[in-house]
């Protein structure tokens, strides 16, 4: 009888690796483009060595330095008085020192408190009503079986394309006939529609196991107590990430909200911002302290976020999972 022998391990002699010798060298460390010291600093996107990730680096700064100068100059804008804000030579430094007279004449004029009142009214209510509207349609798309239910995801997907602005026209006449114009609805209700939401919170219901949905039916719960109990809770991670970008993107509004009120009492902050100048025409320093105000609450909202944002951008970036 005779053995077959190549299925069975060599008795003496090392043993060969069928790993491909550069994958081999670059875990060992060494090899031609190791980088530093024993090809520590090799990286799969950017490449061996320490001169790539130095330009990186140096890039990551440039771009950062380009959108922290207007940011930098605004503020700095703000201390001015409005002869240096208004000079020509728009000196860093200005001739006659820092002062706050342009935040103190913001605080005297008294819109500003009611302006942000508005704003945060508007964005809370935008916020949970996109939210609620935005996970009952994504739930229907992602779970439910009806007639038209491609047709009508279609329609969703197609509508992410068409721009806000071709949208004035029918929303204003739409709200005229209403008779809701001057009124928190007419600002609240057109933006509560957000096609784009609907989506991403589709894709992430997909790729909910449906196994967790088929044991709550054995145990005797409906579909509303379904997405209630299980799918809401699982859900949490997007439905943070949803609700910060609807409320940074209704806190920035300009155009709808500026067509559709003209009561200063009902102004945003950014309607209200662009209404900031006298009889001797736009005041440079009162806007650029009244435009740093009205940036606070988003840096504070992005400082106790922010880790939700960046995953947020990283798991829609990935289809949702």
Known sequence: MTTDTSLTPQASGPRRSTMPREV???????????GGAGGRGWHPMLGAGL????????????????????LA???????????DASAAGGDWIPAGG??????????AQGNLPVWALNSLLIGVAVTVLTVVVSALAAYALSRGLFRGRRALLAVTVASIMVPPQIL???LFRQMLVMNLVDTYA??????????????????????????????????????VRIFVSVILPLSRPILAAVSIFVFITTWNNFLWPFIITSDPTLMTLPVGLSSVKDSYGLQNAQASAASVLAAVPL?????????????????TGLGGQ
């Open 73 to 83: 100059w605004g503020v700095n804008t703000s201390f001015k008085s409005e002869v």
């Open 299 to 315: 840096l504070v909202v992005f400082m106790l976020f922010q880790r939700q944002i960046v995953k947020s951008v990283a798991t």
């Open 186 to 223: 007419a600002v609240i209700l057109p933006q509560v529609v957000a096609p784009v939401m609907v989506f991403i919170l589709k894709k992430f219901f997909d790729a909910v196991p449906r196994e967790l949905e088929e044991a709550a039916r054995i145990d005797g719960a409906g579909s």
């Open 24 to 34: 081999a060298r670059r875990r060992r460390g060494g090899g031609e483009g190791g």
């Open 51 to 70: 001169l790539p990730r130095i330009l990186s680096v140096l890039a990551l700064i440039l771009m950062a330095g380009v959108w922290l100068v207007p």
């Open 168 to 170: 004035i026209v029918p």
């Open 98 to 107: 820092f002062t706050l007279a342009a935040y103190r004449e913001i605080f």
